[in-house]
């Protein structure tokens, strides 16, 4: 049970990672400049972001990049999944390797969908982050050949064997915290539902 468990919660910990904003986009460490919303930029400067994922993020090779990301994700999560579990039961990792298969091919059909409504909103965010002569900078690099595969292989920079450990590690580190954190989570709503159904006037059902 023990080890179904640690299956179960590793996994489902794999899946909430292996998402394109998660692989894309690290959390950001500085807080942007405050502009108007996007929606309020200058036609302008959301036609030169538009202009800059055009050449960055070519339309023909979005979903390629996009799912490349998302493969590469889910087999760092998957070892890191496998190097936290003890038992290892052979049985057990097919069964999660078929419900990982079936749960990145429904979420690829979905993000297929999304592309473009991701990409507009990148650009959007583009136009309300950076002022225009930042964006004409940004332009001018992404029009260069070294600025193409600068942006179309950023992503491809997970699959690469040094940051590819680097990352491996981290993840490693993660998992390995959240049987411990579930259980703290876990006592943490028990408590809170034990004190709820002792207030007076509440039901403790």
Do not use: C
Not at 67 to 75: C, E
Not at 183 to 205: H, V
């Amino acid at each position: 049970m023990l080890v179904f468990r640690r299956f179960a919660l590793a996994s489902l910990a794999a899946t909430a990672l292996v998402t394109p904003a998660h692989a894309q986009v690290p959390a950001p460490t500085l807080t942007p400049p405050v502009r108007p919303a996007a929606s309020a930029q200058p036609a302008d400067e959301v036609a030169i972001a538009r202009q800059i994922i055009d050449l960055g993020f070519p339309e023909e090779r979005r979903e390629a990049m996009f799912f490349a990301t998302v493969d590469q994700m889910t087999m760092q999560m998957r070892e890191s999944v496998l190097a936290n579990i003890e038992e290892q039961d052979p049985g057990a990792i097919a069964i999660l390797d078929e419900w990982l298969a079936e749960y990145i091919a429904d979420g690829k059909t979905i993000l297929r969908s999304h592309i473009p409504n991701l990409m507009n909103a990148w650009a959007l965010s583009y136009a309300a982050i950076f002022t225009k002569e930042e964006l004409e900078d940004i332009l001018a690099f992404v029009s260069t050949p070294s600025g193409q595969k600068f942006f179309e292989r950023s992503a491809a920079v997970m699959a690469e064997p040094n940051f590819a450990a680097a990352n491996q590690a981290y993840m490693n580190e993660v998992n390995a915290n959240l049987p411990e954190a579930q259980a703290d989570l876990t006592e943490r709503l028990m408590q809170y539902f034990r004190n709820k159904g002792a207030e007076p006037g509440t039901s403790a059902s």
